[in-house]
């Protein structure tokens, strides 16, 4: 009976372990790059340092102040200007740069004046000589002049009927004759006032 029992016993049952699995370890996540973004950020950084550069030398433009002005727009290129000063001395040329610092004058011509002596004699005809700047000066100059605006009056544009643009232009066509017709005037004169003292000395007995 007993055998019969432990026949008929339902089989123990298996113990099954559990499936191992091997877990392997989770890497970081990479890091996606936002290269719009990052455009955008190098795009505002040009844009503010550029901005910053053009500030800068404008700044440093306006302080040295060589910049032309409205004023300059007056100057009529292609006719010959006169500038006054503060000494009451008069320049013609024409004038190439101007701004609030200076005026640059080329072709320059001034007008000579007799000497104090000459003018006490003579008052009522005074003879005045147009002469080109750099050929009768001691010194010997170019012909430009850099003049500070502080001695300038005021400066006008001439016109081509001018008294002064007119002598400029005999000047141009003979220089040597402009020069002679301004000496030979002096020495009439000269010449005449020599004779008119010596006549009445010639009349005594």
């Not at 008069?90 to 004046?113: A, H, P, R, S």
């Given at each position: 009976?007993?055998?019969?029992?432990?026949?008929?016993?339902?089989?123990?049952?298996?113990?099954?372990?559990?499936?191992?699995?091997?877990?392997?370890?989770?890497?970081?996540?990479?890091?996606?790059?936002d290269w719009v973004a990052r455009t955008v950020r190098f795009e505002l950084f040009i844009v503010?340092?550029?901005?910053?550069?053009?500030?800068?030398?404008?700044?440093?433009?306006?302080?040295?102040?060589?910049?032309?002005?409205?004023?300059?727009?007056?100057?009529?290129?292609?006719?010959?200007?006169?500038?006054?000063?503060?000494?009451?001395?008069?320049?013609?040329?024409?004038?190439?740069?101007?701004?609030?610092?200076?005026?640059?004058?080329?072709?320059?011509?001034?007008?000579?004046?007799?000497?104090?002596?000459?003018?006490?004699?003579?008052?009522t005809n005074q003879n005045y000589t147009l002469r080109k700047l750099g050929t009768s000066e001691?010194?010997?100059?170019?012909?430009?002049?850099?003049?500070?605006?502080?001695?300038?009056?005021?400066?006008?544009?001439?016109?081509?009927?001018?008294?002064?643009?007119?002598?400029?232009?005999?000047?141009?066509?003979?220089?040597?004759a402009a020069n002679q017709s301004g000496d030979s005037s002096s020495s009439g004169s000269n010449?005449?006032?020599?004779?008119?003292?010596?006549?009445?000395?010639?009349?005594?007995?």
């Amino acid at each position: 009976m007993d055998f019969l029992s432990r026949g008929t016993r339902a089989p123990a049952p298996e113990h099954h372990q559990p499936a191992t699995h091997s877990v392997q370890p989770v890497g970081k996540p990479k890091k996606r790059i936002d290269w719009v973004a990052r455009t955008v950020r190098f795009e505002l950084f040009i844009v503010i340092v550029g901005s910053a550069l053009i500030i800068a030398a404008l700044a440093l433009w306006l302080a040295t102040g060589n910049y032309k002005n409205a004023e300059s727009s007056y100057v009529v290129g292609d006719r010959y200007q006169a500038v006054f000063l503060t000494n009451n001395q008069v320049y013609f040329g024409k004038i190439t740069d101007l701004n609030n610092k200076f005026i640059v004058l080329k072709d320059v011509f001034y007008i000579e004046t007799p000497s104090q002596t000459q003018a006490s004699t003579n008052t009522t005809n005074q003879n005045y000589t147009l002469r080109k700047l750099g050929t009768s000066e001691l010194h010997s100059p170019e012909d430009e002049m850099v003049i500070n605006r502080e001695q300038v009056t005021f400066w006008e544009n001439l016109k081509d009927s001018s008294q002064v643009v007119t002598k400029i232009k005999e000047y141009k066509k003979n220089p040597d004759a402009a020069n002679q017709s301004g000496d030979s005037s002096s020495s009439g004169s000269n010449t005449q006032q020599s004779s008119g003292t010596d006549q009445p000395s010639g009349s005594n007995p």
